[in-house]
């Protein structure tokens, strides 16, 4: 069963009467459930956050593919909320060990089979380091594919699919972890350097190599984490590591392409930069000039209560595409909001 967005019915009548859409609602309500269970069972608070804000609440990096939407609010310009880090950290520096979040992003990319400019996130910011972050991230992704089956199994809802009976073993198994120098050398051991794209600020990592190094580490069976990508490419939050400064200590979940289908990274994850110093350092090396908008996120390394912290991103309409072996993230939302395409509701 496959959703029919491109076909000639407009699309709130395929919704109000299409029978993948009553599946697809019920498997994100169960989603959504089990992230709150998973979270509450660790005295995690689940945080109420605004989907406007005054800066760009998670710049990008020169690394990304993502890009902010600004707005006008009367006589105050502002953006649309593309992470909600920003307005977990402060509650985690003094007030609680971890909070998390099940909200909407926007980013203003041009939209392809990986990329919505509307999408939902659920994310977590807690006291530690990204070796803790990893733990947390892995074991919620457990845990929801665990409620998915078992929901599945009790029918309560139906999908023409294969991919549960694949996805079930990997609650048992531990994902790998390789280093980005690592994943460097692996694919071009196997004659995959050009998946590897050489910039001028770093290595990136195309969405054809996430899903090539899934199929060489875990054999298509199971995520992987590769960690310590190049400092220039990620955020100037990103804390570098202590051993190669010229890395820094955060990690992306990459998930195999079943049967085919949509795969790649779903989980992006980081330790945070505590030190003021360096991360004006990372600032400048990265050439962002609006430095006193993020003055209050700077300072709040000089707050007695600031604790280090990680944080992470998980994509639900990416994960979902990928639990149900879909080709393109738009099957995966109800609502989908595509670049420079009518939106014809």
């Given amino acids: 069963m496959r959703a029919?967005?491109?076909?000639?019915?407009?699309?709130?009548?395929?919704?109000?009467?299409?029978?993948?859409?009553?599946?697809?609602?019920?498997?994100?309500?169960?989603?959504?459930?089990a992230c709150d269970e998973y979270f509450q069972d660790l005295k995690a608070p689940k945080v109420d956050l605004y989907l406007i804000a005054k800066g760009i609440s998670s710049p990008m990096s020169r690394g990304s593919d993502s890009s902010p939407i600004p707005l006008q609010l009367g006589s105050q310009s502002a953006f649309l909320v593309d992470s909600a880090q920003f307005g977990m950290e402060p509650l985690v520096c003094g007030q609680f060990n971890m909070v998390y979040c099940y909200l909407p992003s926007f980013r203003g990319e041009n939209s392809d089979h990986r990329h919505l400019n509307q999408f939902y996130h659920c994310e977590a910011e807690?006291?530690?380091?990204?070796?803790?972050?990893?733990?947390?991230?892995?074991?919620?992704?457990?845990h929801i594919i665990s409620a998915v089956i078992d929901s599945y199994r009790s029918s309560k809802f139906d999908f023409d699919t294969h991919n549960f009976k694949e996805i079930q073993n990997i609650r048992s198994l531990k994902f790998p972890i390789l280093t980005f120098d690592d994943a460097?050398?692996?694919?071009?051991?196997?004659?995959?350097s050009h998946l590897i794209e050489l910039r001028p600020y770093g290595r990136v990592?195309?969405?054809?190599?996430?899903?090539?190094?899934?199929?060489?580490?875990?054999?298509?069976?199971?995520?992987?984490?590769?960690?310590?990508?190049?400092r220039d490419?990620?955020?100037?939050?990103?804390?570098?590591?202590?051993?190669?400064?010229?890395?820094?200590?955060?990690?992306?979940?990459?998930?195999?392409?079943?049967?085919?289908?949509?795969?790649?990274?779903?989980?992006?994850?980081?330790?945070?930069?505590?030190?003021?110093?360096?991360?004006l350092r990372s600032m400048k090396r990265q050439k962002i000039k609006s430095i006193n908008s993020y003055k209050w996120y700077i300072d709040l390394r000089k707050n007695s209560k600031y604790?280090?912290?990680?944080?992470?991103?998980?994509?639900?309409?990416?994960?979902?595409?990928?639990?149900?072996?879909?080709?393109?993230?738009?099957?995966?939302?109800?609502?989908?909001?595509?670049?420079?395409?009518?939106?014809?509701?």
């Avoid at 919704?15 to 019920?26: C, D, M």
């Avoid at 807690?126 to 992704?141: D, I, Q």
């Avoid at 990592?205 to 190049?230: F, H, M, Q």
């Fill in 4 to 33: 029919k967005y491109f076909s000639n019915k407009l699309h709130i009548s395929t919704l109000a009467s299409s029978p993948y859409y009553r599946n697809l609602v019920l498997l994100r309500n169960t989603v959504e459930a």
């Fill in 126 to 142: 807690l006291r530690g380091s990204y070796l803790k972050c990893m733990k947390t991230a892995e074991n919620l992704v457990k």
């Fill in 184 to 192: 460097q050398i692996l694919l071009k051991k196997h004659k995959l």
């Fill in 205 to 230: 990592l195309t969405s054809k190599g996430e899903i090539r190094l899934a199929e060489i580490v875990g054999d298509n069976k199971v995520p992987i984490w590769v960690s310590k990508y190049d």
């Fill in 233 to 279: 490419v990620v955020a100037f939050y990103q804390k570098p590591d202590p051993d190669d400064p010229e890395k820094v200590l955060n990690a992306d979940l990459i998930f195999p392409s079943i049967n085919g289908r949509f795969g790649g990274e779903i989980i992006g994850l980081g330790q945070r930069q505590d030190n003021r110093k360096e991360m």
């Fill in 307 to 345: 604790r280090t912290t990680s944080g992470f991103g998980l994509g639900i309409e990416r994960f979902i595409a990928w639990m149900l072996g879909l080709n393109s993230i738009i099957d995966a939302s109800l609502y989908p909001v595509i670049k420079n395409r009518k939106l014809d509701y």
